[in-house]
C-alpha cells in the first residue's frame, strides 16, 4: 500500500516543477532569439564582397625600360612613380563610383582617362632617355590598363606592385626623393609647427642603371620616399614627446639605418650586372628642418 507524499513535499514538488518551467521556457526564448540574430561578421563580410568593384591593374612599364642615363635617372623615377599613383587614383575612383553609371561607365570614366594619362606619361619617360641615349619605342603599347574581379585583381595588383611599376602602391610619390619637392607628410609636420624631416636625392647620384636592374632600383627608390613619409608622420604625432634627443633617437636614427639598408640593395642591384656604385651611405642621413 503507497503511502501519500508529506504534505511539505508536494509544494517543494509544484515549486520545482514551476522553476523548471521557467527556465526551459527562458532556454527556448533564448536560443530563439540566438537563432534569429544574423552574426554581424558574416553580414559584413557579405556586404564587403557584394560592394567590391574589382582592382585595376597596369602592364609593368619599369622591366621593359633599357638601361637609363644617369641625367635622365630622376625625370625617369619620378614618371614611374606617377604611373602608381595614377593607378591608386583609379583603383580609389572605381571604390567611389561603385554602382554608378552604366555598363560602359568604367571604361568611358575611369580606363579611358587612365590610359590617356599614362600615354603621356611614358612619353615623358622616353623623351628623358632619349636624351643621351637611344629612345626607347613601343611603350605606348604598356598604357592601357584592364578591370579584374575581386579577387585576381589584388593578387594581380599586389604582383604589379612588387615587380616594380613604380614600386609601393599607395605611395603618394617618389617626387621628393628625385628632386621634385617636399612630401605630403613633411608639408603636414610644417603646418603643424613639427618641422620637416629632409634627406639627401638618391635618384640623381645613381649611375646610369642597367635595364636587369631597373625595376629593383625603381622599387627601393619609392621606399626610400615611403620611409621619409613614415617619419615624417611620426614626427606630428610625437610632437612634445621625450626630451630634447627624442628626434634623434626614435626618428633620424632608425630612419638612417632604413634607408642604409634601403640604398645598399639599390648598389647590390646594379653591381649585378655593372660597376657598383660607391659612398651612396653617405646619402642616408637626414636632417630636421624647422
Known amino acids: 500500500m503507497s503511502r501519500a507524499l508529506p504534505k511539505y513535499n508536494k509544494r517543494r514538488v509544484v515549486i520545482l ?9 527562458g532556454a527556448i526564448i533564448a ?21 567590391s568593384p574589382g582592382t585595376i591593374t597596369c602592364p609593368d612599364v619599369a622591366s621593359k625600360l633599357p638601361a637609363i642615363p644617369a641625367s635622365a635617372q630622376a625625370e625617369v623615377t619620378r614618371n614611374l612613380t606617377l604611373l602608381q599613383t595614377q593607378i591608386d587614383e583609379a583603383n580609389k575612383r572605381l ?44 611603350l605606348d603599347a604598356l598604357a ?31 617626387a621628393g626623393n628625385a ?10 609636420g610644417a603646418a603643424t609647427g613639427a618641422g620637416t624631416i629632409t634627406c639627401p636625392d638618391v635618384a640623381s647620384k645613381l649611375p646610369a642603371i642597367p635595364a636587369s636592374a631597373q625595376a629593383e632600383v625603381t622599387r627601393n ?17 610625437t610632437v612634445g614627446q621625450g626630451g630634447p634627443n627624442f628626434v634623434n633617437n626614435a626618428i633620424l636614427g632608425p630612419l638612417a639605418d632604413k634607408r642604409k639598408s634601403t640604398i645598399d640593395r639599390i648598389a647590390i642591384a646594379i653591381g649585378r650586372t655593372s660597376t657598383k656604385p660607391t659612398g651612396l651611405d653617405s646619402l642616408a642621413a637626414c636632417t630636421l628642418t624647422k
Do not use: H, M, W, Y
Not at 544574423?38 to 559584413?44: L, Q, V
Not at 587612365?114 to 637611344?134: C, E, S
Open 221 to 237: 627608390l619609392t621606399l626610400l620616399q615611403t620611409q621619409i613619409d613614415e617619419a615624417n608622420k611620426r614626427l606630428v604625432s
Open 31 to 51: 536560443g530563439t532569439a540566438l537563432a534569429g540574430t544574423p552574426s554581424k561578421g558574416n553580414g559584413t563580410d557579405a556586404r564587403t564582397l557584394a560592394a
Open 179 to 188: 628632386g621634385a619637392g617636399n612630401n605630403a607628410g613633411g608639408n603636414a
Open 95 to 138: 571604390q567611389s563610383t561603385v554602382g554608378q553609371g552604366g555598363p560602359n561607365f568604367v571604361n568611358n570614366a575611369i580606363l579611358g582617362p587612365l590610359k590617356d594619362k599614362r600615354v603621356a606619361t611614358v612619353n615623358r619617360i622616353a623623351t628623358a632617355i632619349g636624351r643621351t641615349a637611344a629612345k626607347p619605342t613601343g
Open 17 to 25: 516543477g514551476g522553476a523548471a518551467a521557467v527556465a526551459l521556457s
Open 144 to 174: 592601357a590598363c584592364t578591370l579584374n574581379g575581386a579577387g585576381a585583381g589584388a593578387a594581380n595588383n599586389g604582383n604589379a606592385a612588387g615587380n616594380g611599376n613604380a614600386g609601393n602602391a599607395g605611395n603618394a610619390g617618389n
